[in-house]
């Protein structure tokens, strides 16, 4: 599985954007995504998930009620929903993706719980 990020840019403080990844040599439906994101200096860390099949999604704390992570299966992408942006949202965003088995529930916010990688998109949150 190839995955493809976009999306990301400039916005002001309580802009939106939305963030697409789209997978190749896969389908979307049978695989668990997620989206993480780096800031300079520090580790990659998880945003938000969502499970294959119509299953559940998950967000960090810190996004809750202002992010929506979702899936076209029919386009092969999965998107994340950006809104009330601040600027601690600045970050290179990653999208991930488990196939194979189901990732437990306790590891959908571990990195090493996925085996496909994004290569990134800036988001940069600034007046």
């Known amino acids: 599985v190839q995955l493809q990020a976009s999306g990301g840019g400039l916005v002001q403080p309580g802009g939106s954007l939305r963030l697409s990844c789209a997978a190749s040599?896969?389908?979307?439906?049978?695989?668990?995504m997620a989206w993480f994101r780096q800031e300079p200096g520090k580790e990659r860390r998880f945003v938000a998930a969502?499970?294959?099949?119509?299953?559940?999604?998950y967000y960090a704390d810190s996004v809750k009620g202002r992010f929506t992570i979702s899936r076209d299966n029919a386009k092969n992408t999965v998107y994340l929903e950006m809104n009330s942006l601040k600027p601690e949202d600045t970050a290179i965003y990653y999208c991930?993706?488990?196939?194979?088995?189901?990732?437990?529930?306790?590891?959908?916010?571990?990195?090493?719980?996925?085996?496909?990688w994004g290569q990134g998109t800036q988001v940069t949150v600034s007046s």
């Open positions: 991930a993706a488990k196939t194979g088995g189901r990732i437990i529930l306790t590891a959908i916010q571990q990195n090493w719980a996925y085996d496909y």
């Open positions: 040599g896969g389908t979307t439906s049978n695989v668990d």
């Open positions: 969502i499970r294959r099949g119509g299953g559940g999604t």
